[in-house]
């Protein structure tokens, strides 16, 4: 389970689940999810959301197996898109999260080891992977941006689309749903629209 900000860097490696259990389920057990929901982590405070006066919490994108909080936002279940509003949210939540996965394709890509089944004890494996992460984020802040992130670096043949997976957890909190509709309104508003995206919804 890992973090990452806007520009692939890693800022949260949470090693040690495997890989065949629910990312929901694994995230609330963790002592990541478990800092998240104590408000232990140092995020930063809400703040306004650009061009409006509207207050929002910085939140983690997550996919449909995650719980819906107020720090972790998942998309509009497929039954529920009933009106190009909540399409567009979709939309812009998924833009955000394929910065994850291009994150995880330029780890493997340069740290070939992710590209098999790590052949190591369990200790091992895990120092392996807070190592290549660490490795990742001071290869990346100094070597040139542009050669670092070229989509070179992210393998076509890798299948890196995340599995469904059923989803874990208790259900969300009003509060939750009230972040979640104020991004939303956000993504439809002047403010926070982009140009492209009523034409790909």
């Known amino acids: 389970m890992a973090l990452v900000d806007a520009h692939y860097n890693f800022i949260v490696v949470d090693v040690g689940a495997y890989g065949r259990n629910s990312d929901g389920g694994i995230l609330m057990n963790s002592k990541l999810g478990k800092s998240l929901d104590s408000n232990e982590l140092n995020v ?3 703040t306004e959301l650009p061009g409006t006066k509207n207050v929002a919490p910085f939140v983690i994108l997550g996919d449909e197996a995650f719980p819906l909080k107020t720090y972790l936002m998942r998309p509009y279940p497929v039954k529920q898109l009933d009106d190009s509003s909540k399409r567009v949210y979709n939309y812009r939540h ?3 999260r394929r910065v994850v996965e291009n994150t995880f ?3 493997s890509q340069k740290f070939r080891i992710f590209n098999r089944r790590i052949q190591a004890k369990p200790e091992n494996a895990d120092n392996i992977i807070f190592t ?3 490795l990742h984020n001071f290869i990346k802040m100094n070597e040139n ?3 670092y992130n070229r989509e070179e670096h992210i393998n ?3 299948d890196l689309t995340l599995q ?3 989803t874990q957890g208790e259900n969300a909190s009003q509060p939750a749903f009230q972040v ?3 991004f939303k309104e956000f993504f439809n508003s002047t403010a926070g629209s982009v140009s492209w995206q009523d034409d790909v919804v």
Do not use: D, H, W
């Open 105 to 107: 394709g330029i780890l």
């Open 180 to 182: 979640r509709e104020l």
């Open 132 to 134: 290549t992460c660490v």
């Open 44 to 46: 930063p405070s809400n």
């Open 156 to 158: 076509p043949t890798v």
């Open 164 to 166: 469904n997976i059923p």
């Open 94 to 96: 998924c833009r955000g």
């Open 145 to 147: 941006r542009a050669t």
